[in-house]
């Protein structure tokens, strides 16, 4: 049975900062794609970043590069979101999620949703201004 577990969020001043981790288990973590997405109140999905865990090449989203990396670490089984700069328009649920690969390319987060087969129960971020 395929887990992923995200923990890290909670509540933080703009400015500041917040690590999130993805624990993955039961699940082939290696050569596979994780990605981060964040979903606020009344809004829709949308993705922050992703990562192949094979290479270690990563995407992140226009609206968050320079502030956010995703990075991971195989002997864990880990992926993490580190978040600098926090401005309130961050506030979200933060989910985790995995994807196939089958030729060493992930799917794109932004967009390609869809095929991410594998979704954690999220974490709650809260940027007070």
């Known amino acids: 049975q395929v887990q992923l577990v995200e923990s890290g969020g909670g509540s933080v001043q703009a400015g500041g900062s917040l690590r999130l981790s993805c624990v993955a288990s039961g699940y082939i973590y290696s050569n596979n794609c994780m990605g981060w997405f964040r979903q606020a109140p009344g809004k829709e999905r949308e993705g922050v970043a992703g990562?192949?865990?094979?290479?270690?090449?990563?995407y992140v989203a226009d609206s968050v590069k320079g502030r956010f990396t995703i990075s991971k670490v195989n002997a864990k089984n880990t992926v993490y979101l580190q978040m600098k700069s926090l401005k309130f328009e961050d506030t979200a649920m933060y989910y985790c999620?995995?994807?196939?690969?089958?030729?060493?390319?992930?799917?794109?987060?932004?967009?390609?949703?869809?095929?991410?087969?594998?979704w954690g129960q999220g974490t709650q971020v809260t940027v007070s201004s």
């Open positions: 999620a995995a994807a196939a690969s089958y030729d060493g390319t992930c799917p794109h987060v932004e967009g390609g949703e869809a095929a991410f087969g594998y």
């Open positions: 990562i192949y865990t094979g290479s270690g090449s990563t």
